[in-house]
């Protein structure tokens, strides 16, 4: 019985993750603004389109961003123009899946506490002599910023905890799209079960942790005073 | 249409409002004016018509002879340079309570006026919480706190809702001293909505009263026979 670890799918993971996380925070801040302070025709249509994949089963996801990155795609062919390849199987590819995937656990948590943010607040502000993006920067974003540190740990577990996005859009190569989560399903499947429940037991602290600051926040959050 | 009077504040709007429309012709100057009436009678919604975080449907305002809104004209709030002060003071709690005054100076503003500022902190009593934040301070002192920051940019006029109704009552009498003080030696103008009617006359050089809308009596200084026995 072999008990080293192969940690390169979790660095994997990891990376991922981070990638996502930080592209997440640069494209649902914005989307969360829009959402809790505009009022449009269509507002809830827009709403559920951002929440699907809460309730896709990730195989569908994973089905669509596949052909849409592939060569029978307008998208997919521009990008194969510019780089010579598609995005299919691999990293750059994973990324993308990644962002629509874990798209609402960053979105809902920010557009809550941008609701959440007393409105007299804002007025006070503007009055102050604030145009409305620096009220964004001084006040909308200060008094978010628990909800936004839950979109950005939320978005990163959820991420690190993909697997069918990841199977149908990256596959499993070694070193490129082969992440936490499939190794430890290959090591089931080839009947590894140490290195299998190592990474399992890996994967599941990791998760626990998260959330378990994830939940202490919350509790800080609603106990603060407001202001 | 307004005159856009260098002495007056100048307020004509109309905005229609759910139960009624508020249609409201006021002048003042650099006084304490005061705007009471029953609950829901448009005194909130007028004064954030002044602030500009509420459009009117059609009218004037003109503050010293700068028109914030008219026909052409409507300013958005951080160009009025008024300030601002709602009932609970809405302090950021994120903030010490020297950087919420400070909050609506830009960085060569605060150097300039630092005797100002060493001032406002003095008369206002707030010298010794700067460090503190807004979660750790009573009621009257976050109250005087955001009267502090309203008065920091040094604006053209002073607009207060209810600013000390949510405070305990045995420290309300200092405070309306400290703003009648505060009023007569800057010479700032000041609007100041409250329903407490005693708060109106002891305060007021010139009361306004609202009634669904429209200004249904109006006092002045002096000229005030009898304070109305009526309670809201």
Same mark, same amino acid.
């Not at chain 1, 936004?148 to 490129?176: C, K, N, Y």
């Given at each position: 019985m072999?008990?080293h670890?192969?940690w390169?799918?979790f660095?994997?993971?990891?990376?991922?993750?981070?990638?996502?996380?930080?592209? #997440?925070? $640069?494209?649902?801040?914005?989307?969360a603004?829009?959402?809790?302070?505009k009022?449009?025709?269509?507002?809830?249509?827009?709403?559920?389109?951002?929440?699907l994949?809460i309730v896709?089963?990730?195989?569908? #996801?994973?089905? $669509?961003?596949?052909?849409?990155?592939?060569?029978m795609?307008p998208?997919?062919?521009?990008y194969?123009?510019i780089f010579?390849?598609?995005?299919? $199987?691999t990293?750059?590819g994973?990324?993308?899946?990644?962002?629509?995937?874990?798209?609402?656990?960053a979105?809902?948590?920010?557009?809550?506490a $941008?609701?959440?943010?007393?409105?007299?607040?804002?007025?006070t502000?503007?009055?102050?002599?604030?145009?409305?993006?620096?009220?964004?920067?001084?006040?909308?974003?200060?008094a978010?910023?628990?909800?936004?540190?839950?979109g950005?740990?939320?978005?990163?577990?959820?991420?690190?905890?993909?697997?069918?996005?990841?199977l149908?859009v990256?596959?499993s190569?070694?070193?490129?799209?082969?992440?936490?989560?499939?190794?430890?399903?290959?090591?089931?499947?080839?009947?590894?079960y140490?290195?299998?429940?190592?990474?399992?037991?890996?994967?599941?602290?990791?998760?626990?942790?998260?959330?378990s600051?994830?939940?202490?926040?919350?509790?800080?959050?609603?106990?603060?005073?407001p202001? | 249409?307004?005159?856009?009077?260098?002495?007056?504040i100048?307020?004509?709007v109309?905005?229609?409002?759910?139960?009624?429309?508020?249609d409201v012709?006021?002048?003042?100057?650099?006084?304490?004016?005061?705007?009471?009436?029953?609950?829901?009678?448009?005194?909130?919604? @007028?004064?954030?018509?002044?602030?500009? =975080?509420? &459009?009117?449907?059609?009218?004037?305002?003109n503050?010293?002879?700068e028109?914030f809104?008219?026909?052409?004209?409507?300013?958005?709030?951080?160009?009025?340079r008024?300030?601002?002060?709602?009932?609970?003071?809405? @302090?950021?709690?994120?903030?010490?309570?020297?950087?919420?005054v400070?909050?609506g100076?830009?960085?060569?503003?605060?150097?300039? &006026?630092?005797?100002w500022?060493? %001032?406002l902190? /003095? /008369?206002?009593e707030?010298?010794? =919480?700067?460090?503190r934040?807004?979660?750790?301070?009573?009621?009257g /002192?976050?109250?005087?706190?955001?009267?502090? %920051?309203a =008065?920091?940019?040094r604006?053209? @006029? =002073?607009?207060?809702?209810?600013?000390?109704s949510?405070?305990?009552?045995?420290? &309300?009498?200092?405070?309306?001293?400290?703003?009648? /003080?505060?009023?007569?030696?800057?010479?700032?103008?000041?609007?100041m909505?409250?329903?407490?009617?005693?708060?109106?006359?002891?305060?007021g050089?010139r009361?306004?009263e609202?009634?669904?809308?429209?200004?249904?009596?109006?006092?002045?200084?002096?000229?005030?026979?009898?304070?109305? @026995?009526?309670s809201?």
């Amino acid at each position: 019985m072999q008990l080293h670890m192969d940690w390169l799918p979790f660095i994997i993971s990891f990376k991922l993750a981070f990638a996502t996380t930080v592209c #997440l925070l $640069f494209l649902a801040t914005p989307v969360a603004y829009i959402l809790a302070y505009k009022g449009f025709r269509g507002k809830p249509l827009v709403e559920a389109v951002f929440a699907l994949p809460i309730v896709l089963p990730p195989t569908v #996801l994973g089905f $669509f961003v596949l052909i849409a990155v592939g060569n029978m795609s307008p998208v997919g062919r521009w990008y194969q123009n510019i780089f010579g390849h598609t995005l299919a $199987f691999t990293f750059e590819g994973l990324i993308v899946a990644s962002i629509l995937y874990s798209f609402p656990f960053a979105v809902q948590p920010i557009q809550n506490a $941008f609701e959440g943010v007393n409105p007299r607040l804002v007025d006070t502000a503007r009055t102050l002599g604030c145009n409305r993006w620096q009220t964004f920067w001084r006040v909308i974003l200060p008094a978010s910023r628990r909800g936004i540190v839950m979109g950005i740990m939320l978005s990163f577990a959820h991420t690190v905890g993909e697997f069918g996005v990841v199977l149908m859009v990256g596959g499993s190569i070694p070193g490129e799209t082969k992440v936490a989560s499939i190794a430890l399903y290959e090591n089931v499947e080839m009947l590894e079960y140490s290195q299998a429940a190592l990474m399992a037991l890996a994967l599941l602290v990791f998760s626990y942790a998260v959330l378990s600051v994830v939940y202490y926040f919350n509790r800080r959050t609603s106990t603060l005073v407001p202001g | 249409m307004c005159r856009a009077d260098y002495t007056m504040i100048e307020i004509k709007v109309k905005k229609q409002l759910k139960a009624f429309t508020m249609d409201v012709n006021i002048e003042f100057g650099r006084e304490i004016a005061i705007l009471t009436g029953p609950n829901g009678s448009g005194k909130s919604t @007028l004064l954030r018509t002044v602030a500009g =975080l509420e &459009r009117p449907d059609a009218g004037c305002i003109n503050v010293m002879g700068e028109v914030f809104f008219d026909a052409s004209t409507d300013l958005s709030p951080d160009q009025r340079r008024v300030g601002y002060v709602c009932q609970e003071g809405a @302090l950021f709690p994120w903030l010490t309570v020297e950087k919420n005054v400070l909050f609506g100076l830009d960085r060569n503003a605060r150097k300039d &006026r630092s005797e100002w500022l060493d %001032r406002l902190f /003095e /008369e206002l009593e707030i010298k010794d =919480l700067k460090r503190r934040y807004p979660g750790s301070l009573s009621g009257g /002192e976050a109250q005087r706190v955001a009267l502090a %920051r309203a =008065l920091a940019p040094r604006p053209r @006029l =002073l607009l207060l809702d209810e600013p000390f109704s949510a405070m305990d009552t045995a420290v &309300r009498p200092r405070l309306r001293a400290l703003l009648k /003080e505060m009023q007569q030696e800057w010479e700032i103008p000041v609007l100041m909505v409250t329903h407490d009617h005693a708060e109106a006359y002891i305060l007021g050089d010139r009361i306004f009263e609202l009634k669904e809308g429209k200004v249904a009596l109006c006092n002045e200084r002096g000229k005030v026979i009898r304070m109305p @026995l009526v309670s809201y």
